[in-house]
């Protein structure tokens, strides 16, 4: 057998492991923003933790996410080493990271209130309150999420794939215990006025302790593998310690540029009520199928992209964005197709219960339909900037980030009057288009040239299939809809069911036709799957 088979056969073989622990994972996520919504809607309580949150989960997806600069930076330096050399990277880059979280810790729990008006100034005093709380209970992430984001590179760097990919369902798993027990114990009158703290509460502690076991299960297998302890190491001259930060600080600097954007979109939706509420749900509808289908791309190629660095195996490593690039395509835009025609339906099938009713539907299916434009730009970009972290190369990347803050901020200014929330989603996908296209400019000059010309015509075949797709799709939805109506969950069911083989089925007959060795590649693997099952 070849190399490239070998490799090929591993990528497969990587990307199916992460890909069902992903999927377990987004399931029970899922699930807990159902949990979610069936007990406050977007009433006060679950408006205050979008505003809590974006702290912790900000420097969770930041730091603690798989793909994120921590996981890349480890990964990229580890996967060129022997294994008996990660403890001692591992432990110091611990060390490091741990006390200066200890310290962001201290300081988003002293000053919560600064934080909580600088993200939302237009919020009511009582949602105010309830967010401050919130935050000071969830300040401790910063140490988590640090220390989960060098578990998670340090695992992957060692062909350990399936727990840290699974890992982040204990957080679920954990805030959906502890709405269970509200329930119980309250009822009926788990949303009245006089328990609104007390819910928000059990949102906070939950998604803290779901981030600790996360951490816990991670080291755990981290510790039997001899991948490093909890050992204080101040070893700064180790070797390969160096490489790491080069790669982790413009890297983080430059994923935390992202997500200042997310502060500038919730700085202009604290003015426009429900708004922050309807983009955590409609969000997670995105991040659900995307989340998989990123991990699934990212995390086999990252390592490849590392090994490939060198000049002399650049000619590979440009098949092997290639690859990537249009694996994303293959995957992001049908499905981008799919979840705009059907975001309405969608979104009342996931969430409309309980206390989210038809007029929360509406809202949040026009800004998942905003979200779900810009899936393709979302990945494509991602695929890029590991390409630039394999190279050694973060500046590059957190230069850029830079200039998307003032162009998140101008788009958001202008659409938010013209969309209004959905406007802030169609802001970002702007900022991420922007960011791909530069990107690859970039790429283009510093791999002495890539064959975009010869690129293009592939991607825009796709981008036409998907548009046909989405259209049989349309078609056959409106069809269900005037036939058998859409007034149970099971008529919804089977509404969305047909539109959604419709329009595969059509993106995979014309995608097919176009004879791509990436599209030919992941047909072929999805059948292997299917007849093996």
């Known amino acids: 057998m070849s190399e490239n088979q070998k490799t090929a056969r591993s990528l497969a073989g990587i990307a199916g492991i992460v890909a069902v622990a992903t999927l377990i994972s987004k399931v029970f996520g899922l699930v807990r923003q159902q949990a979610i919504a069936a007990a406050f809607g977007v009433g006060a309580a679950v408006d205050a933790y979008s505003y809590a949150y974006v702290i912790p989960g900000f ?3 930041l730091l603690g996410g798989i793909n994120g600069p921590f996981h890349s930076a480890i990964v990229s330096v580890l996967a060129k080493r022997e294994k008996s ?24 729990i002293l000053f919560a209130g600064f934080f909580i008006d600088a993200i939302g100034p237009g ?3 009582e949602v105010r309150a309830i967010a401050i709380l919130q935050l000071q209970i969830m300040a401790p992430m910063a140490v988590l999420a640090g220390l989960i984001g060098i578990g998670f590179g340090t695992l992957n760097a060692a062909d350990m794939y399936w727990l840290p990919s699974v890992s982040p369902l204990l957080s679920s798993i954990t805030l959906i215990g502890g709405l269970g ?15 609104v703290q007390l819910g928000a ?10 981030a600790f076991l996360q951490w816990l299960v991670q080291l755990s297998a ?23 930060l080069r790669v982790m600080g413009p890297a983080t600097l430059s994923s935390g540029m992202l997500q200042v954007n997310l502060y500038t979109d919730l700085f202009f939706a604290s003015n426009i009520p429900q708004a922050a509420a309807a983009m955590s749900y409609a969000g997670l509808l995105v991040q659900t199928p995307l989340g998989i289908i990123s991990n699934m791309i990212l995390v086999p190629l990252l390592p490849v992209f590392s090994r490939l660095a060198a000049p002399e195996n650049w000619p590979e490593l440009k098949i092997r964005i290639r690859q990537g690039l249009l694996l994303t395509a293959v995957t992001m835009l049908p499905l981008s197709a799919l979840m705009v025609t059907l975001a309405f339906p969608i979104v009342q099938v996931i969430y409309q219960r309980g206390a989210f009713k038809s007029d929360a539907s509406q809202l949040v299916g026009s800004v998942l339909i905003a979200y779900s434009i810009g899936m393709f730009v979302y990945l494509g970009r991602d695929v890029l900037v590991r390409v630039f972290y394999a190279l050694g190369d973060g500046e590059t990347p957190f230069r850029i980030s830079i200039v998307n803050i003032l162009l998140n901020a101008v788009l958001d200014y202008f659409l938010v009057k013209r969309f209004g929330a959905p406007g802030l989603v169609l802001a970002t996908v702007g900022v991420n288009l922007t960011s791909m296209v530069v990107l690859l400019w970039f790429l283009n000059r510093k791999l002495n040239g890539l064959p975009l010309h010869e690129w293009g015509l592939p991607f825009l075949a796709l981008t036409g299939s998907s548009f046909v797709g989405g259209l049989a799709s349309w078609g056959v939805s409106w069809g269900c809809e005037q036939t058998f109506g859409s007034g149970n969950l099971l008529l919804q069911l089977l509404q969305l069911s047909l539109a959604g083989i419709a329009g595969l089925g059509v993106f995979t007959l014309l995608a097919t036709r176009l004879n791509l060795p990436e599209v030919d590649m992941f047909i072929s693997r999805l059948r292997q799957r299917f007849l093996k099952k």
């Open 85 to 108: 050399e990660a403890a001692p990277i591992v432990e110091t880059i611990t060390t490091l990271v741990g006390g200066i979280l200890l310290l962001v810790t201290i300081v988003v």
């Open 181 to 195: 027990i509200l329930a119980i114990y309250l009822g009926d009158q788990i949303n009245a006025p006089q328990y």
């Open 59 to 61: 420097l969770l997806i």
């Open 201 to 210: 509460q059990v949102l906070a502690w939950g998604t803290l302790s779901g």
């Open 123 to 125: 919020l009511s005093q």
């Open 222 to 244: 981290q510790w039997r593998a001899g991948l490093g302890t909890l050992r204080l190491r101040f070893n700064w001259k180790q070797p390969g310690v160096n490489e790491v």
